[in-house]
């Protein structure tokens, strides 16, 4: 791939023909999504050694050209998530009973609950 392994940018008119409209984002996942929050833009991606989901923010909304990672790790993994997770979702959110804040937010991934099962964790 000409990205080696990041996230690269296109755009289409038409869904027939594309056009790369920037450099590879340098994500460190082959997998991942984009979610749009109140805050902005944000990428989630599993870390390489699978203990947690990177992120970053979007400086330019809404071009998504220009991206600042998040700390590390963005999102630990939980521990009823085993390992081999892939494909984090858009960021939903949930309210949280007899909580101080309003909602919270969680992002899918699919994964195995450290059994033979595949699941969705949120993270």
Do not use: M
């Amino acid at each position: 791939w000409e990205d080696l392994g990041g996230w690269s940018h296109y755009t289409s008119q038409d869904l027939v023909h594309w056009k790369k409209a920037s450099n590879s984002s340098h994500f460190s996942g082959l997998t991942g999504s984009i979610g749009v929050t109140e805050e902005g833009a944000f990428a989630f991606w599993p870390s390489p050694d699978q203990s947690s989901i990177l992120s970053a923010k979007a400086t330019d909304f809404p071009t998504l050209n220009q991206w600042t990672q998040r700390a590390k790790p963005s999102i630990p993994r939980p521990p009823y998530a085993g390992t081999n997770f892939r494909d984090p979702s858009r960021p939903i959110s949930f309210p949280i009973p007899r909580s101080s804040s309003p909602n919270a937010w969680f992002v899918p991934v699919g994964c195995n609950n450290n059994s033979k099962s595949a699941d969705v964790c949120l993270f």
